[in-house]
Each structure stands twice: as structure tokens, then as C-alpha cells.
T-cell receptor
Framework: SQKIEQNSEALNIQEGKTATLTCNYT??????LQWYRQDPGRGPVFLLL?????KEKRKERLKVTFDTTLKQSLFHITASQPADSATYLC????????????FGKGTMLLVSP | DAMVIQNPRYQVTQFGKPVTLSCSQT?????MYWYQQKSSQAPKLLFH???????NEADTPDNFQSRRPNTSFCFLDIRSPGLGDAAMYLC?????????????FGPGTRLLVL
């Protein structure tokens, strides 16, 4: 069956360090993968999209990698800040063209001062 | 600012009493989605509309219905809420772009069933 796995344990890091979150998937051949941020009691907010033919994408302090051989995406936040504390969700689009997204459970990131 | 609005933010209902959640958007997007999210779980897609075309997920209970009377509005009807339906309900929109489907979420409605 298709699975999207994100580390269910919270990631605790110190301010200024780089946070790395993992998204693994099985039995998918996604056309693209997205990362969203979700704060408690709020809807997810889109951060980055990476396509199957892209290895890396950057946006300010954020970086996403996509390895279709390992079936894995890594999400990095450099110079992390307490305001980065949130849950980060990955989402896959199974097909090229129009399709719905399937979300992972997300990983909570806690950045301490 | 263009946005996705959900009302109410919190809804309390009684077991078995029908409830309607509403969503509106000013983004003029073609697609509107309803998700159910329980604590520490992934958002679970219930159904979506591509324009007027309704798409139901195979495992969405019959207890859940939806209406989209126009481009801007979409409603989620829960005909007979059970205790297991207590959750956050998220509305989202997207352009219906064939190259990517970035979704824009509303703030959610938290449903409590007594």
C-alpha cells in the first residue's frame, strides 16, 4: 500500500542550528512533492514545491531535496529561530497534471532560544 | 488580501444533530477541498470540487455531504455527527493548474460533538 512517513517524534534543536526533517514514501511515483507548515489550531501554509526531475530547491533559509531513487525528501531550515517552531507536513502529488495531494502526518519542530 | 475563510472557527453540536460548516474564497480558484484532520494526524481528504464537478473519496462516510453553489462558496454537511467526527475540518483551494497544485488553506473549523 502507499505510505508517506514522517518522523512522529518532535525534533528539538537550538536556535541557530540547521533543522533537517525527513519525508519517506513507498509505492508512489510522485510528479512533485510539497512542504507545508502548520501552526497549532491553524490550516497548513505552503512553503516549497519540488518536481521529480529536480534535486534541490531553495527559498531564503529553506532548502528541499528530492531523491526519487531513495524515495525521500529532506527539508532543511538553516539558522533556525524559535518562530520556526511548528509542524511541517510533506505532501505528494501522484500524477503529473491535475491531481489531489496526499499528506504525511507531519513532524513537529521545536526551536529553543 | 485574497484568502480562504471558514466559519465558524469553533462549532459545538450534539450527537446526531446535523451541522453545516462553511468555506468561502476570494482567490477565484477552480478547486475547493474539504479535509478532516484529527490530532497529530495527516489531513484526510473527504472530497473536492473541480468547478462544479464533485469528487468523493472512496472512504468518505455517507454521513458527510458537500455543496458548492457557486465558485466562491463550499459547504460541508454532517448529517448525523458521531463522537468520532470530532476533528478539525479544513477547507482548501487551488487553481486547478495542470503543472502544480499548491493548496491554500483556511484557518479550519474545530468541531466538538457532545
Amino acid at each position: 500500500s502507499q505510505k508517506i512517513e514522517q518522523n512522529s517524534e518532535a525534533l528539538n534543536i537550538q536556535e541557530g542550528k540547521t533543522a533537517t526533517l525527513t519525508c519517506n514514501y513507498t509505492n508512489y511515483s510522485p510528479a512533485y512533492l510539497q512542504w507545508y507548515r502548520q501552526d497549532p489550531g491553524r490550516g497548513p501554509v505552503f512553503l516549497l514545491l519540488i518536481r521529480e526531475n529536480e534535486k534541490e530547491k531553495r527559498k531564503e533559509r529553506l532548502k528541499v531535496t528530492f531523491d526519487t531513487t531513495l524515495k525521500q525528501s529532506l527539508f532543511h531550515i538553516t539558522a533556525s529561530q524559535p518562530a520556526d517552531s511548528a509542524t511541517y507536513l510533506c505532501a505528494l502529488a501522484p500524477n503529473s497534471g491535475y491531481s489531489t495531494l496526499t499528506f504525511g502526518k507531519g513532524t513537529m519542530l521545536l526551536v529553543s532560544p | 488580501d485574497a484568502m480562504v475563510i471558514q466559519n465558524p472557527r469553533y462549532q459545538v453540536t450534539q450527537f446526531g444533530k446535523p451541522v453545516t460548516l462553511s468555506c468561502s474564497q476570494t482567490l477565484n480558484h477552480n478547486v475547493m477541498y474539504w479535509y478532516q484532520q484529527k490530532s497529530s494526524q495527516a489531513p484526510k481528504l473527504l472530497f473536492h470540487y473541480y468547478d462544479k464537478d464533485f469528487n468523493n473519496e472512496a472512504d468518505t462516510p455517507d454521513n458527510f455531504q458537500s455543496r458548492r453553489p457557486n465558485t466562491s462558496f463550499c459547504f460541508l454537511d454532517i448529517r448525523s455527527p458521531g463522537l468520532g467526527d470530532a476533528a478539525m475540518y479544513l477547507c482548501a483551494t487551488s487553481r486547478g493548474d495542470r503543472e502544480q497544485e499548491t493548496q491554500y488553506f483556511g484557518p479550519g473549523t474545530r468541531l466538538l460533538v457532545l
